[in-house]
């Protein structure tokens, strides 16, 4: 049974930092790239990031770029996001999903149950 | 990048036909996928790719595509099916994912 578990959220301050964790399970991890997607409250689904199978490609959405770096190690079984400079608006449910292929099929057919991070002063 | 276009809001009898689109240039390129959302739920994939379901996604939802337009289809709408769906596809530079904004569908 595929399993996507994630931590790490929590409230932090503008200009801050927090990392997410992702535990992987269930299939071979480092068969299939990974994405982060996030949901403000209320909001809809936001593509964040993706990082491929191997984890040598990496891309990131607009919003977010300069700011955040995805990374996983496949030894591990693990995706993370690394998530800098924080903003009001990058309050959201980050949920990580996995993807049908190696590289982005963009087909998300597993997906965790979130981490809230919320960014407040 | 690109955006995909969803109706915010569509409601079926229940029993009935309907179809949830979502219109964008990069669906010229490529498929889209559609997502099912219940409330304080993570995101179900039902539709992938030309027309394929996951399994244990029920035969009554079915995708289809037309130029820049991808189309989900529930036939016989059933009261669980009542959800905020999702479309999304990669965008024109392939390496990136958008989202439609998503549409709340009513069963009634």
């Known amino acids: 049974e595929v399993q996507l578990v994630e931590s790490g959220g929590g409230v932090v301050q503008p200009g801050g930092s927090l990392r997410l964790s992702c535990a992987a399970s269930?299939?071979?991890?480092?068969?299939?790239?990974m994405h982060w997607v996030r949901q403000a409250p209320g909001k809809g689904l936001e593509w964040v990031s993706l990082?491929?199978?191997?984890?040598?490609?990496?891309y990131y959405a607009d919003s977010v770029k300069g700011r955040f770096t995805i990374s996983r190690d496949n030894s591990k079984n693990s995706l993370y996001l690394q998530m800098n400079s924080l903003r009001t608006e990058d309050t959201a449910l980050y949920y990580c999903a996995k993807d049908r292929g190696t590289g982005t099929t963009g087909y998300f057919d597993y997906w965790g149950q979130g981490t809230l991070v919320t960014v407040s002063s | 990048s690109s955006e995909l276009t969803q109706d915010p809001a569509v409601s079926v009898a229940l029993g009935q036909t309907v179809r949830i689109t979502c219109q964008g240039d990069s669906l010229r390129n490529y498929y889209a996928s559609w997502y099912q959302q219940k409330p304080g739920q993570a995101p179900v994939l039902v539709i992938y790719g030309k027309n394929n379901r996951p399994l244990g996604i029920p035969d009554r939802f079915s995708g289809s595509s037309s130029g820049n337009t991808a189309s989900l289809t529930i036939t016989g709408a059933q009261a669980e099916d009542e959800a905020d769906y999702y479309c999304n596809s990669r965008d024109s530079s392939g390496n990136h994912v958008v989202f439609g904004g998503g549409t709340k569908l009513t069963v009634l």
């Open positions: 269930g299939f071979t991890f480092d068969d299939y790239a």
């Open positions: 990082i491929s199978g191997d984890g040598g490609s990496t």
